[in-house]
Every structure is written in structure tokens, then in C-alpha cells.
């Protein structure tokens, strides 16, 4: 018996299996849609009624695979611990903590019930292959980050110099050097801060070119990964 059901909840090629993933990925849907309707103001009772019963469904069943994918699996605590047994039980436990309750602190987590969409990375073979070529390129993608934050405090602490004097009310402090230097550097560009000063303006022009490399390095991190992650049986396939 748990070896059937281990085949089942967990994935492989059979069709038993299959549907068992296709179910679960068309609750997890389901309930991002309930989540969403049900912050939609004015509802009628009965709405709000099916709504309920919905998530109650839901919660069920994924509170029943969760235990079940406890029964099969050998090192119990291992798959508690990881990042699918993390997000499975996320996906549960704010139905059951506010379960009874009238807090409205507690409301609050109903947020977390958005962690179902993670659900569906273990289903999906194009998030998993994507999941693989990020944690493959972890390392530079933790470097590249950390260049990042530096380039952003420079950014900061030069556009301070340049525009504190000219503009003391936007560029008080580095702190408040900070939000200009991210939205440029990302080159998002709000125009709610900007330089007046001729020197600002061109250290502005040589941190937007850095902002180009910014936004372009990572995709190629990416994409590099991506290609060597191709898992060689589904190449074959």
C-alpha cells in the first residue's frame, strides 16, 4: 500500500500519477482564484459561502497530500525541512492557524496562502529545469548581487556629493541617496529624483551604462545555465 501510493503522489510516468499532478496544479489555480475573488468588496453571501467551501476543499486535499507525502518518504525530516515540505505546509497552516479564530492580526496570514503557487513548481518540468539552472548558478548569481549592493552604495554616496549642496531636500543624506541610486542603476528612471547639477548629470550618464550591465548580466547567467541543465533524458526525448 504505500509503495502504491508513493507511486501515485510522487512523480513518474504512469497515469496514475499523472492525474494526481493535474488535480493538485487545477486546486492550486483554483484557489489563487478564490484568494483573489474573495478580496473583491461587495460580494454576496452566497459567494462568499462557495468561496469558503472552495478553500475548505482545497486545504483538505493538500493537507492530505502532505501527510501522505510524509508516509512514503524514508527520511521523514529531511522532506520536512526542505523547500517543498516548507512550502507544502505554508500552503496549509494559515488556513488552520486562523482557523476559529476572530484576531484580525491573524488575517494576515492569509497572505502566505500565495506560497501554493510554489506548489506548482514540483509539477511543472520547465520550472524544475529552471529551478536546476539556479541553483547550479547560485555562485554567481550570490556575486553578482553582492557587486550590485556596492555598485548602488557608490552610486549613492557620489550622486550625494554631486547634488547635496543643489539640492539638499532629495539628497539629504546617503540614505536618501539610496532610492535614486537603485531606480537608476535598474534603469527604471521615475524622474522624481534627478540631477540638476552638470556634474551630477554626468556621473548619472556613466551610472546608467553600468545600469545596462546590470540588467544584462543576469540574464545571461541564466540563460547560460539553462543550457547546460538540460536534463540528457528529456534531451533525448
Given at each position: 500500500m504505500k509503495q502504491r501510493i508513493k507511486n501515485i503522489v510522487e512523480i513518474n510516468d504512469s497515469k496514475a500519477s499523472k492525474f494526481f499532478a493535474i488535480f493538485i496544479q487545477v486546486l492550486i489555480l483554483i484557489s489563487i482564484v478564490t484568494f483573489t475573488l474573495e478580496t473583491t468588496p461587495n460580494l454576496e453571501p452566497r459567494t462568499y459561502t462557495i468561496i469558503n467551501i472552495i478553500e475548505v476543499f482545497c486545504v483538505l486535499v493538500f493537507t492530505l497530500e502532505y501527510l501522505l507525502r510524509i508516509y512514503v518518504t524514508e527520511r521523514k525530516l529531511k522532506f520536512i525541512f526542505s523547500f517543498y515540505g516548507i512550502i507544502d505546509l505554508l500552503?496549509?497552516?494559515?488556513?488552520?492557524?486562523?482557523?476559529?479564530?476572530?484576531?484580525?492580526?491573524?488575517?494576515?496570514?492569509?497572505?502566505?496562502?500565495?506560497?501554493?503557487?510554489?506548489?506548482?513548481?514540483?509539477y511543472n518540468r520547465a520550472l524544475n529545469h529552471f529551478s536546476r539552472a539556479i541553483k547550479s548558478s547560485r555562485e554567481e548569481i550570490f556575486l553578482f548581487l553582492f557587486i550590485t549592493l556596492i555598485l548602488i552604495y557608490f552610486s549613492a554616496v557620489g550622486i550625494y556629493y554631486f547634488?547635496?549642496?543643489?539640492?539638499?531636500?532629495?539628497?539629504?543624506?546617503?540614505?536618501?541617496?539610496?532610492?535614486?541610486?537603485?531606480?537608476?542603476?535598474?534603469?527604471?528612471?521615475?524622474?522624481?529624483?534627478?540631477?540638476?547639477?552638470?556634474?551630477?548629470?554626468?556621473?548619472?550618464?556613466?551610472?546608467?551604462?553600468?545600469?545596462?550591465?546590470?540588467?544584462?548580466?543576469?540574464?545571461?547567467?541564466?540563460?547560460?545555465?539553462?543550457?547546460?541543465?538540460?536534463?540528457p533524458h528529456e534531451e533525448e526525448k
Open positions: 500552503a496549509i497552516l494559515p488556513f488552520y492557524l486562523s482557523f476559529g479564530f476572530d484576531l484580525r492580526a491573524l488575517r494576515a496570514l492569509r497572505f502566505l496562502r500565495l506560497f501554493r503557487v510554489f506548489k506548482l513548481v514540483r547634488e547635496n549642496e543643489a539640492q539638499p531636500e532629495h539628497f539629504a543624506s546617503i540614505l536618501d541617496s539610496l532610492w535614486w541610486a537603485i531606480i537608476t542603476l535598474t534603469t527604471v528612471g521615475y524622474g522624481d529624483v534627478y540631477p540638476i547639477t552638470a556634474g551630477g548629470k554626468i556621473f548619472t550618464f556613466f551610472i546608467l551604462l553600468i545600469g545596462l550591465g546590470i540588467v544584462a548580466i543576469p540574464t545571461g547567467i541564466i540563460s547560460s545555465a539553462l543550457t547546460k541543465s538540460v536534463d
